[in-house]
């Protein structure tokens, strides 16, 4: 069962995700973002960062939509998905950042695809390939090395409240992947299976 060999941000075996992948290129050319990191790197908070990690993630930022799996339900999640995709590939909206109430070490932006028959897109993807519907789905960008103390607290809290209502960018047509990875960063040896690059079976 995945997770069961799990220790310390890593796994034993790979793990597959359907996932859809955020190209820091567009983070770097979205005016909005830029802001509201530069705000970030000019605050009390800079040194909380492990900008480090930021920058091994540049080419893994993704957000969740179903998984973990082992490779064998991988391989069944990725058919049912790609014959999803044969209606198109969603657009998708990045909103502002956020800090969710699980884990309280990374900071994400959220991510809004678009309706489809009355729904958001991957509430309808995750429905056909059985998963759990979650409603919400996040980008992990920033992550905390340390505690805060309070007036760093205080300060990302102002932080958060300034920017949550931002669109931090657009992606016309946001790519899906099965991302195979052995931790929780999916730095260590990522290998994608991108579902708009012909069969997957």
């Known amino acids: 069962m995945p997770g069961k060999d799990y220790r310390n941000g890593r796994y034993a075996n790979a793990r597959d995700a359907l996932v859809v992948h955020v190209p820091?290129?567009?983070l770097d050319e979205s005016p909005v973002f830029q802001t509201i990191e530069a705000e970030l790197k000019a605050s009390a908070?800079?040194?909380?960062?492990?900008?480090d990690i930021g920058r091994r993630r540049r080419g893994v930022l993704h957000a969740t939509i179903a998984g973990p799996f082992d490779p064998a339900a991988g391989d069944a999640c990725a058919r049912a998905a790609q014959a999803w995709l044969g209606d198109g590939t969603p657009s998708?909206?990045?909103?502002?950042p956020f800090i969710g109430d699980r884990n309280h070490g990374r900071i994400y932006l959220?991510?809004?695809?678009?309706?489809?028959?009355g729904t958001d897109a991957y509430a309808d993807l995750q429905r056909t390939v059985g998963?759990?519907?979650s409603g919400f789905y996040a980008v992990g960008l920033w992550h905390l090395k340390r505690d805060l103390d309070p007036p760093a607290?205080?300060?990302?809290?102002?932080?958060?409240?300034?920017?949550?209502?931002?669109?931090?960018?657009?992606?016309?047509?946001?790519?899906?992947?099965?991302?195979?990875?052995?931790?929780?960063l999916a730095i260590h040896s990522p290998a994608w299976r991108w579902l708009d690059e012909g069969s997957v079976a």
């Open 45 to 51: 908070l800079r040194e909380a960062i492990a900008w």
């Open 153 to 184: 607290a205080a300060e990302l809290g102002a932080w958060l409240d300034r920017h949550w209502a931002a669109e931090s960018a657009v992606l016309p047509q946001a790519r899906l992947a099965m991302l195979r990875t052995t931790d929780d």
């Open 92 to 96: 998708v909206r990045l909103g502002g």
């Open 24 to 26: 820091a290129a567009t």
């Open 110 to 117: 959220r991510v809004y695809p678009e309706f489809r028959n």
């Open 131 to 133: 998963a759990r519907i």
